[in-house]
């Protein structure tokens, strides 16, 4: 096998593997099946107030932006449990750290949810 077929290969196992993962953590998590959730009723309401060609970039991209950092914050999560399963403040202040990322980007997506939304509905 060449070098670019076995590059070719390993970037189509990467997407395997990738794709699997976020299965995974649709399948698993009840705080992405939440937001997914969230993202698909969003999707919905667009379709009957009618959003612009922009507002349906700026709501997908806040959709996919919100369950990728939610999954980031899963994987933080499992790899604190896995170093340290025990009680640890460290571990702790790591995974408060992780959910407040979280927790700054839902804030600013209900913000923009208010600007997009509230002069359809009022
Ligand atoms: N090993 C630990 N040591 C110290 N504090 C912990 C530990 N595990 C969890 N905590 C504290 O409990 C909080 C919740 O942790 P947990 O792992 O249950 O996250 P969660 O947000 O409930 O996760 P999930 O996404 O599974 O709902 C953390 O933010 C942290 O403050």
Known sequence: MNKKESFLIN?????KYAFKGAVL????ESSIKVQVFIGVLMTVIGFFVG???TEWIIQTLIIGLIISIEGINTAIEEIADFIHPEFHTKIGLIK?????A???FAVVAIIIGCIIYFPKIF
């Open 51 to 53: 959003l612009s060609a």
């Open 102 to 104: 979280v927790f700054i």
């Open 96 to 100: 408060d750290l992780a959910a407040g």
């Open 25 to 28: 953590l649709i399948k698993t």
């Open 11 to 15: 970037r189509i196992k990467s997407i």
